[in-house]
């Protein structure tokens, strides 16, 4: 979002009629339409609402820009007046002919507001595909730009932005924000103008949550001038954010562990390679306490990967992965002649000597599994622990559980890097397991 556009000079000032009639010309839909498709002749969208006046005062901006649209509301109902909400938009939806889509979600445990936002932004996205939308079109306002960049600096995050987006994601789903010049009480004016009935959540009126007590303390005493200034505030951060972020980046790209645990932004880094490898995120307070373990010991795991300094570079490799499983011989002679790949080997029909093995029918079904530190192989001159083997040929640790091994019905009979065993070895091979770039 741009913020030297906006404008707010005459709002605290304005007539009821020039707020009433002038105040959607804030709004952009239809640009941000054009950056997103701008070939689009019909568009249709999905109306995230909840009954609330930002969201009320939406529908009626659709109205207004003549598009297509279906209406999505989720009633947690974890207040009294839910479903008086609830009944404001079915009535609008009634009024109007649209299509409505209402999701009643039982909650468990947990988070609840992290557990509502997944809630519903996945009722979203299946109902944009029902109607194959461009994108989800939500109320969020000035305050809730505002209050966002301020959570995040209370909180000390790193986001990928501050504030909220015109144009965002989740996951796959396009989400526009056409709102976002324009303050909340203009909307809820705006909707007593018009005599558009809305309802209040009073969960909101608490400070339970942070984003509340910032809303109470901050936003809504501020004035229109004290705004702006909060804005000018967020495009600097920005400026800031995205020049820390090429910073970051650049480290990634050299990758000089070194350089990166004495950074001040190493906890960045760090956290952006993890997230780059596992598609999560994880918290500063847990990325700089993996940094202090790093500096101390060059293997560390989190969750499910490991983490090693490996040649002054930061290599992260996953745990575990899902064993595979053969139940035959001629299913296994397929999977090698069609070159089958699976998490960090192929099975083929060449290679060299020490990746072949022959099997009996009285191997199967047979498993192939990342190896673990008890394996052992039978070998000419011996048992052999297959750890041991890696440890000798200076196989990193992180990638040691990354080699596959084949267990039998008998046993384990073959491992990489060691070949099978003597009972599973003919001149001819005809099976090979090759390992695959770690």
Known sequence: MTTDKFSLENNAHSTQANRSNNLFALANLNELLQQITPSLEHPFFIAAVSGGPDSMALLYYLEECQVDYAIAHVNYHHRPTASRDEEIVRQFAYTHQKDLWVLHPTFTQGNFQAWAREVRYDFFKQIAKIYTAQAVVLGHHLDDHLETWMMQKRRG?????????????????LLLRPFLKIQKHELQNWCIDHHVQFGIDESNLDNDYLRNRIRHEFIEPASTEQKKRWLDE????????????????????????????????????LETLLFNKTKQHHSKKETLDLVDKLKNDSYQ????????????????????????????????????????????????????????????????????????????????????KINRLYIDRKIPRAKRMMYPVIIGQNGLFFASLAGCNPSHYVESQTLYMLELPV
Do not use: M
């Open 157 to 173: 995050s790193l986001p990928q932005t501050y504030g909220l987006q015109e144009i965002s994601t989740y996951q796959d789903l």
């Open 301 to 384: 795991t989190i969750d499910e990967v490991a983490i090693q300094i490996i040649d002054n570079k930061i290599e992260i490799y996953a745990i575990s992965w899902v064993p595979f499983y053969i139940d035959n011989l001629e299913q296994l002679q397929s999977l090698c002649a069609s070159h089958y790949r699976y998490a960090y080997f192929e099975l083929s029909p060449s290679g060299k000597k020490i990746q072949g093995f022959h099997v009996d029918p009285s191997d199967f079904p047979i498993i192939i599994r990342q190896s673990l530190p008890n394996d052992a192989i039978l070998q000419r001159y011996g048992t052999k």
């Open 234 to 269: 967020l495009a600097a951060d920005q400026e800031q954010l995205e020049q820390i972020r090429d910073h970051v980046q650049q480290c990634i790209e050299e990758n000089d562990a070194q350089k990166i645990l004495a950074d001040p932004w190493n906890w960045v880094v």
